[in-house]
């Protein structure tokens, strides 16, 4: 077999060459990064949790797929995060591109539009948590406030009012599940799952109510308050 040889040679002496391939660096990180950006810093985890609640209330728990569901919360997620998104191209990418800034510069001009959303979605009590946990001193100010501090008080937020939102949804399908069992139990059909006669009636209702249109319209305004 013949012998196969590389050679790096040039290498980036020069301070510009070594900024632009640490920039580099940086950027196929934060692509590696991407799905838990995702995950963390947008809107994705509270449609997601809401979701998985209608879809376990509903009592179809295979239905919609899982693909389903990810991909509207997806481009659902894409919608609420467009204005962020939309600030973030302004004041950062394009001054950037243009060279009217540098990359440290429009690394930190990229990060207020996205502090801007978090904090507005951010219980103070959950942010709190982690400074006890960690008996750093408080913040005075949003600016003393690390953006990693930040992104983890927003995730608890953002859990706790996905929670919140899935039990409001279950109380409906809840009652009509126990009208049913009712029935059922005054007829003396014991023998006969409660849940398998209520699940289409619970699908007939969610869909004379137009239960997709009102849940996606809700979610989307409450990021949007």
Request: net charge negative.
């Given at each position: 077999m013949p012998?196969?040889?590389l050679t790096l040679s040039g290498g980036a002496t020069q301070p510009e060459k070594v900024a632009i391939t640490l920039e580099i660096l940086?950027?196929?990180?934060v692509l590696s990064l991407a799905p838990a950006i995702m995950l963390t810093v947008t809107s994705f985890t509270r449609i997601i949790i809401v979701f998985h609640f209608l879809r376990q209330a509903l009592g179809t728990p295979q239905l919609p797929p899982n693909q389903?569901?990810?991909s509207l919360a997806i481009f659902m997620t894409i919608a609420i995060m467009m204005p962020v998104g939309t600030k973030i191209n302004e004041e950062a990418l394009q001054p950037y591109l243009d060279e009217r800034i540098g990359f440290t510069e429009a690394l930190d001009k990229a990060q207020d539009p996205l502090r801007e959303f978090l904090f507005k979605h951010t219980r103070e009590k959950d942010l709190s948590i982690f400074y006890t946990i960690t008996?750093?001193?408080?913040?005075?100010t949003k600016e003393?406030?690390?953006?990693?501090?930040?992104?983890?008080g927003y995730v608890i937020s953002e859990l706790k009012t996905g929670f919140t939102i899935g039990f409001l949804i279950y109380i409906p399908f809840l009652v009509l599940d126990m009208v049913v069992a009712s029935i059922l139990l005054s007829m003396g059909m014991m023998m006969l799952?409660?849940?398998?006669?209520?699940?289409?009636?619970k699908i007939l209702l969610f869909v004379m109510i137009d239960g997709w249109g009102l849940l996606t319209g809700s979610l989307v305004n409450s990021f949007l308050l």
């Open positions: 012998d196969l040889q940086f950027l196929l990180t389903i569901l990810a008996e750093m001193e408080r913040p005075e003393d406030v690390p953006t990693i501090m930040l992104v983890a799952p409660p849940v398998m006669v209520s699940l289409p009636f």
